[in-house]
C-alpha cells in the first residue's frame, strides 16, 4: 500500500509575539481635549478673547483684574458675575504717573495662586506694565484680556449681557408691544430705535410735522 503525503502549501508559521509588534498593534487612544488642562496654559498665553474670557470667569474661577486708573473704573467697569471684577491701578487718575502700591494692592484682594484677567483700556501699555510686575512678583497665574475694556465691550455689556452685532436692532420686547398701540409718534419712535426727535431734524423737519411713510 503506498502512503500518500499531502502538503499544505497555505500554512505558515506564526512570528512570535515581539514587544515590537505589540507596540505596533496596540489601540491608538484618542486624548479628549480638556478645559482645565487648556485654562492652566494661559498663563503663558499672549492674550485671551472677550469671548474666551467670560467662560473662564463663569466656569474656571477667573477674576478680572482691572489696572485702569480708580477714576475709570468707578465710571464704568464689568459688574457681573458678581464680585468677579477687581481695581488695582497700575497708574494714578492722570493715566501717566506709575502707581508704586500697585502690587501691594492686588496682594490685598488677590493671591499669588489666583487666575487673573489682566484688563486695561485697550489691552496695551499698561497691560503690559501689570503683567511685567505680577510677573515679577510671582503671581503665575495672569494673562492679558485681549482688547482691554474696549474689546471686552464690543462683545458684552458690563452686566454680562451679549451685544448685538454693530448695524443690527434687537428687539427687547417692549417696541414690539408698543408698535401695536394706535399711539401717534409710536411707529416712528420704533423704526428710528427711540431718536424720533434726532430723526426729524435730520429730514429738516419742524415741531409736529411727521416723517414720510418711507421712514
Known amino acids: 500500500m503506498q502512503h500518500q503525503h499531502v502538503v499544505c502549501q497555505g500554512w505558515r508559521r506564526r512570528p512570535l509575539a515581539t514587544p515590537q509588534l505589540l507596540q505596533q498593534h496596540r489601540p491608538t487612544q484618542q486624548r479628549r481635549p480638556q478645559h482645565r488642562q487648556q485654562a492652566a496654559c494661559y498663563a503663558s498665553s499672549s492674550s485671551i478673547g472677550a469671548e474666551e474670557a467670560k467662560r473662564l470667569i463663569e466656569r474656571e474661577g477667573y477674576k478680572i483684574l482691572d489696572v485702569r486708573s480708580a477714576r475709570d473704573y468707578d465710571a464704568k467697569h464689568i459688574t457681573k458675575p458678581a464680585r468677579c471684577s477687581i481695581n488695582a491701578p497700575v497708574v494714578q487718575n492722570d493715566n501717566v504717573t506709575p502707581n508704586a502700591q500697585f502690587v501691594a494692592e492686588v496682594a490685598a484682594q488677590a493671591s499669588k495662586a ?16 501689570a503683567l ?43 417696541e414690539a408691544l408698543k408698535s401695536g398701540l394706535n399711539i401717534p409718534g409710536v411707529a416712528e419712535s420704533y423704526d428710528e430705535g427711540g431718536n424720533l426727535t434726532s430723526a426729524r431734524w435730520a429730514k429738516g423737519l419742524q415741531e409736529g410735522e411727521q416723517l414720510p411713510p418711507s421712514w
Do not use: F, H, I
Open 114 to 129: 489666583s487666575k487673573l484677567l489682566v484688563m486695561c483700556a485697550d489691552g496695551g501699555a499698561l497691560s503690559d506694565s
Open 132 to 174: 511685567t510686575q505680577l510677573a515679577e512678583s510671582a503671581y503665575s497665574g495672569a494673562v492679558r484680556l485681549q482688547g482691554g475694556y474696549a474689546g471686552w465691550s464690543e462683545v458684552w455689556s458690563p452686566s454680562g449681557k451679549r451685544r448685538p452685532p454693530p448695524g443690527r436692532w434687537v428687539s427687547t420686547g417692549k
